[in-house]
């Protein structure tokens, strides 16, 4: 190898360090949102709800930076085909942290015009302990692509069922309390669609697990991720 591959070699693995620097950075930004919009919603806190809905532009700001990084590190390295994949999963994944930084931007959002008859008591500890391990799958997916771990890549996947069962149970106790009276409509269909953002914010770490697991196989998953939803808009 010559001195000048060497160099080049040296400066791509430089360049994708730094990419993959911005994109841990990027996920702690939207982990910690996820998590402080639960803790906004439990708690009642309106100021905190207001911050976390003002952090959202610098996630959408480091994603843009990341997106734009990835596609100049494409252009001027022209990496073979294993390290393109690996720039490439990388910028999927960034995609899907944003995403999850609007749907923590969304709960904030809800949690501010939430009445106050709405049934906290009960329903936010279980939209807490949804976001708690939604933050731990989205840790550890990013950690997998990074370091292309197989199997903790399908450890995540596979946790993607517990946050559907988990709000499976949280919207039947919600219709059951809508069914009580109608004025408890609208107040639980705010913490429906708290929920189902949390919800989506799971589906979107599997997404990122999947990316690890097809960096470090060269497949994806051949077997459909499992699902057990009761599948509501909103």
Known sequence: MTDATQHILGAFDRDLESLQAHFLKLSGLAEAALTE???????????????????DPAIDELEEFIQMEAASLIARRAPTASDLRRVLAVMRAAHSLERVGDYAKNVAKRTRVLPPSAPLEGHAGTVRRMCSLVVRMLDEATRALVQKDAPLAEAVRKRDLDIDQ???????????????????????????????????AGDHATTIAEQALYLATGSMPSEPRPKAGIEVEG
């Not at 219709?175 to 989506?200: C, D, Q, V, W």
Request: net charge neutral; glycine share 4%.
């Open 37 to 55: 919009a639960a803790k906004a919603l439990e708690t009642q806190d309106i100021a905190l709800a207001d911050r976390v809905i003002a952090s």
């Open 166 to 200: 988990m709000y499976n149970t949280l919207f039947r106790s919600l219709l059951t309390y809508m069914m009580e009276s109608p004025g408890n409509i609208g107040p639980s269909m705010h913490l429906h669609f708290i929920a189902k953002n949390i919800e989506r």
